[in-house]
Structure formats: C-alpha cells, structure tokens
C-alpha cells in the first residue's frame, strides 16, 4: 500500500478519541497499534505492505508520553488501557479487560 492511501494512514480519532464512522472510516483502525507511538520507518517510504503492522502510520509531531493525561487528573481517572499520554499514578490492570490479549505494544 502507497503512503499516500487513506486505509494506509493511521484515523487520528480511533488512535487518540473515537471514531464515529467505524467500518465506513477511509483511515486505518489497527487494533495492534492502540498505544504505539512509533512510526513504521516502510510506512514512511510509502512501503509498507503488512496490513496489520503494529507500528504508527502517522506523522507524529509530538512527544505524548512526555505530555501529562488530562483524564488522570479526573475524578473518573483515565480509563483508556492504551493511552499514549504520561501517567504519574499506578494504572489498575482490570482496566485492560476490554484489550484483545493479543496485543503487542511498541
């Protein structure tokens, strides 16, 4: 797949919100990649040919794991398993219950 082809490039909201267009969404929603925030060196080349790389197929222009959650501060506290921001407090594991055990973070 080209670089340049949508179902190649990484939906910002399925990685970083929600997604409301689902299957209709032209963007890539690869569960493996729920997390990473390395991007695929092929990807970058317009040469990835894995479907379901695990790695980011988006330009990533900021450090989110140097960049405090927001949610964490909330009295519900952060309740996404992947999420790429700092966190300063111990994570509960039963949050991950909803994560696909397969899953292969970066």
């Given at each position: 797949m080209e670089k340049g082809d949508k179902k190649n490039n990484d939906c910002y909201f399925y990685y970083y919100s929600t997604c409301m267009k689902g299957d209709?969404?032209?963007f890539r929603?690869?569960?493996?990649?729920?997390?990473?925030e390395m991007v695929?060196?092929?990807?970058?080349n317009g040469k990835c040919e894995n479907d379901h790389c695990?790695?980011?197929?988006m330009e990533l222009?900021?450090?989110r794991k140097a960049i405090p959650c927001y949610w964490e501060k909330q009295p519900t506290g952060c309740r996404k398993p992947y999420c790429a921001f700092l966190h300063t407090k111990t994570r509960d594991p039963?949050?991950?219950a909803g994560m696909p055990n397969?899953?292969?973070?970066c």
């Open positions: 209709k969404c032209p929603h690869e569960p493996q990649a729920l997390g990473c695929c060196s092929f990807w970058q695990t790695l980011r197929h222009k900021k450090n039963s949050q991950d397969n899953l292969v973070y």
